[in-house]
């Protein structure tokens, strides 16, 4: 048993999923799945980040994050896919999405941002959850396509109301406070 976070790859291509791990191994304890019956087996509590592909046989990616999320994780979960990100992840509920193809820089990025969002309340969370919505959307979508979009106007809203709260929690912080969680953020060893 080791202290390593745990990284399940879920990727119904077998090489990309064995690359994906042989480039993760060194810092990460890896699982691989590459169906998603396969994906729920391997998944437990003591996974900490799912990179989850959009496209498996028999049932969909976004199909696995649900029943994740039912199951009442609040692991990290980025997907991974080929899939070109549209107004429906609006409604899903990962936590970063990266298009492929992907380097091996890109993947280990991810899951160090994914593996640190971990100390945040469940709020910030969101907004980086949120954030992550607008970035991918921002970057397939033209500007007029996404100033039309109903659900894309609730996601901005959303962010604003969160941003104005988080702001409002970290202004009621004392100077003794913010320090103290400075520190715990930078660990004992920086």
């Not at 291509?13 to 169906?35: E, G, K």
């Amino acid at each position: 048993m080791t202290d390593r976070p745990t990284v399940l790859v879920v990727e119904d291509d077998r090489d990309l999923a064995d690359l994906y791990a042989a480039w993760l191994s060194d810092d990460y304890d890896v699982r691989t799945a590459n169906t998603a019956a396969e994906a729920l087996e391997q998944f437990d509590e003591s996974v900490d980040v799912v990179l989850l592909d959009r496209r498996l046989p028999e049932t969909s990616g976004d199909e696995v994050l649900t029943r994740i999320r039912e199951d009442g994780s609040d692991v990290q979960v980025a997907m991974v896919s080929a899939v070109d990100p549209d107004f429906d992840i609006l409604e899903m509920g990962f936590d970063d999405y990266l298009v492929k193809p992907v380097t091996r820089e890109d993947l280990a990025d991810l899951v160090e941002r994914l593996l640190a969002r971990r100390i945040y309340t469940v709020e910030v969370r969101e907004y980086f959850s949120l954030a992550s919505k607008r970035a991918t959307l921002e970057a397939r979508k033209d500007p007029e396509t996404l100033a039309d979009n109903e659900e894309y106007q609730e996601l901005l809203d959303d962010l604003e109301s969160l941003e104005d709260a988080l702001y409002e929690e970290v202004a009621s912080l004392d100077d003794e406070d913010v320090v103290a969680v400075f520190e715990s953020l930078s660990g004992p060893d920086e």
